[in-house]
Structure formats: C-alpha cells, structure tokens
C-alpha cells in the first residue's frame, strides 16, 4: 500500500448535518439582529471556520456583529446537542467504509472546520472516535484552504504527503489538499457539485460509497 493516510472532511463528507447547521445559523443571525441568508447560500459554506464564513454570509456586518453571530451559532449548536435536537447522521455506508479502511490498515484522520468539541462530540456519538490517528479543526488552524490542518495530519501520523489522500465533498478541501501536495478525492453528495471539486483539484469524485471504496482501492493497489 503506497497511500497509507486517509483524512476526512466532516460535514458534507462523514455525515449530514446541513439542517442543523442551517439552523443555528438562523438562530445565530436572528440572536444579532440581521437577516439569515437563505440556507442554499449558507450550505455553500460549510467547511470553512466561521469567521471565515461570515465574510462571505455578512461581508456588510460590523466585526462586532459577525462576533456576535459566532457567538450565537455556538450556543445554538451547544444548546441542540445538550437536548438532543442536534442531527448529523453518517451517510449510509459510511460506518462500514471507516472500519473497512481501518482493518486493511489504513490510517485515519479528519480536517475539519468544525471545533474541537464538535468534532469531539459528533465521532464520540457515532462510537468511531477509535478509528482516527489524528483530528485537525478550525480551532487550532487558519480556516480551509490554508494546508495547515493537512499538514498537522502528516506530521501526527508521519506520514509523507504522496502517501496521504484527502477525502471531501467542497472546493475548500480539494484547494486545502492541493495547497498541501496531497492528492484529492471529491464526494458529491455535500456541498458542492462534481464540477467544482475537479476544478478545484480531485483526481475523481464518487456519487456514492461503493463508488468511494473502489477509488481508495486502486489508490491502496496501484
């Protein structure tokens, strides 16, 4: 096996969790006096770290109000997981595929822009926090595309870069992995279309897990 790292974006590409996501940032922008974009445009979004995408959903906001609207998608994020109203279900297959890569001996990571204890709480309900080596998020890196989140992987799991892959459903990912030297799958069903992630930098993009277990095959193999 010449590859040897998997790294994983979050939502849109371990589990779907637009609704929630949608959701608090409706509360968030409502808790700040302003209007929610519509949720297509918010979704287009998602992956970045919030600072970052409240340039593009609020670039007319006072620094003071995108403060506020982080502050208030946090707690409404919180506040839905505490009652358990929050959804992020993993994609159908999902499960299998991340104990399937793991038995073969693949490492496993995840780059997301999701905090620590989101990222934390969202593998710890699903019960596969074992299966990763490494967990980078927007708290302890500039947002995506910057390629530090993927190089703090390699470096965790020592792991050079030709031997890793980058597994994600935006542009934002391909961009990251591109910037990094690392090779690039997309996923279509996130956030972004087929389109974009080979523009961006995937070498393909499976439409669904079958299709993603046979891409990483021949990567393991060739």
């Given amino acids: 096996m010449s590859v040897r790292l998997a790294v994983f974006d979050c939502d849109g590409t371990l589990v779907d969790g637009q609704a929630s996501i949608c959701e608090a940032m409706e509360s968030a922008f409502a808790g700040a006096d302003l209007p929610c974009p519509p949720r297509a445009q918010v979704r287009r979004v998602v992956g970045l770290s919030l600072p970052q995408a409240l340039v593009q959903l609020a670039p007319q906001a006072s620094e ?110 391909m961009e990251m992995a591109r910037a990094a030297g690392v090779p690039a799958l997309g996923v279509s069903w996130g956030y972004h279309a087929p389109d974009e992630l080979l523009a961006t930098g995937a070498t393909d993009v499976a439409n669904d897990m079958p299709a993603l277990e046979a891409l990483l095959g021949k990567i393991a193999h060739g």
């Avoid at 104990?99 to 620590?116: F, P, Q, R």
């Fill in 64 to 173: 003071n109000q995108r403060a506020a609207i982080v502050d208030g998608y946090k707690h409404a994020f919180f506040t839905a997981r505490t009652e358990g109203r929050l959804s992020e279900p993993l994609f159908e297959g999902m499960r299998e595929l991340l104990h399937g890569l793991h038995e073969a001996g693949w490492l496993l990571g995840v780059a997301t822009g999701k905090s620590d204890r989101g990222l934390t709480a969202c593998l710890a309900g699903h019960a596969i926090s074992e299966l990763f080596v490494t967990l980078q998020t927007a708290d302890r890196h500039p947002s995506k595309p910057h390629p530090a989140m993927l190089e703090a992987a390699l470096s965790e799991a020592g792991i050079a870069p030709g031997s890793a892959v980058m597994i994600g459903d935006t542009s934002f990912d």
